[in-house]
Antibody, heavy 122, light 112 residues
Framework: EVQLVESGGGLVQPGRSLKLSCVASGFTFSNYGMNWIRQAPGKGLEWVAYISSGSSYIYYAETVKGRFTISRDNAKNTLYLQMTSLRSEDTALYYC???????????????WGQGTLVTVSS | DVVLTQTPVSLSVTLGDQASISCRSSQSLEYSDGYTYLEWYLQKPGQSPQLLIYEVSNRFSGVPDRFIGSGSGTDFTLKISRVEPEDLGVYYCFQATHDPYTFGAGTKLELK
């Protein structure tokens, strides 16, 4: 069974940094692209970042480009999101989601974690 | 960035009715390989989103055939025939054709 478990969320002051993790199990992690998708409280979904299976292809939403860095450690079956210069508008539930098939762009988010909540506030 | 405009924002239905949701893109979503990377997701209350439709009209594994996706270019539609209680929630379209990739703002399907 595919499982994605996010962690690392919490309360952080504006301008500070935070690193999220997503531990994967139930599949060969190194074979699939991964994504971070967020949802502000009471709002819709926003795609944040994508990383291909071998980390060769990485894409970001304009709202986080230059501040967030997606990475992965295939030996540890773990996806990361390093977030810097955090703003109040980054407050959201952050989901990791697995692509359905191996490619160089996001595709078919068939598997999602339960999310980890990031709150940016002084 | 590609903007996906979903209408209506909310939709009140009676169980057994048909529901129709529109997703209009600011640019054509047909990729250079000939495929159109438009997907539909449903987020039920308190749950993570789930994939319903990929590449405009293909139902994902286990999705009932009452969910029908259609469209091309910039105009797309999700139809739900005979709405059932488990269909209630917020529906999102998503485009994976143009970087950066984007979701629509969502359409809330609720009971009348």
């Amino acid at each position: 069974e595919v499982q994605l478990v996010e962690s690392g969320g919490g309360l952080v002051q504006p301008g500070r940094s935070l690193k999220l993790s997503c531990v994967a199990s139930g599949f060969t992690f190194s074979n699939y692209g991964m994504n971070w998708i967020r949802q502000a409280p009471g709002k819709g979904l926003e795609w944040v970042a994508y990383i291909s299976s071998g980390s060769s292809y990485i894409y970001y939403a304009e709202t986080v480009k230059g501040r967030f860095t997606i990475s992965r450690d295939n030996a540890k079956n773990t996806l990361y999101l390093q977030m810097t210069s955090l703003r109040s508008e980054d407050t959201a539930l952050y989901y990791c989601a697995r692509d359905y098939y191996s490619s160089y762009t996001p595709n078919w988010f068939a598997y999602w974690g339960q999310g980890t909540l990031v709150t940016v506030s002084s | 960035d590609v903007v996906l405009t979903q209408t209506p924002v909310s939709l009140s239905v009676t169980l057994g009715d048909q529901a129709s949701i529109s997703c209009r893109s600011s640019q054509s979503l047909e990729y250079s390989d000939g495929y159109t990377y438009l997907e539909w997701y449903l987020q039920k209350p308190g749950q993570s989103p789930q994939l319903l439709i990929y590449e405009v009209s293909n139902r994902f594994s286990g999705v009932p055939d009452r969910f029908i996706g259609s469209g091309s270019g910039t105009d797309f539609t999700l139809k739900i025939s005979r709405v059932e209680p488990e269909d209630l929630g917020v529906y999102y379209c998503f485009q994976a054709t143009h970087d950066p990739y984007t979701f629509g703002a969502g359409t809330k399907l609720e009971l009348k």
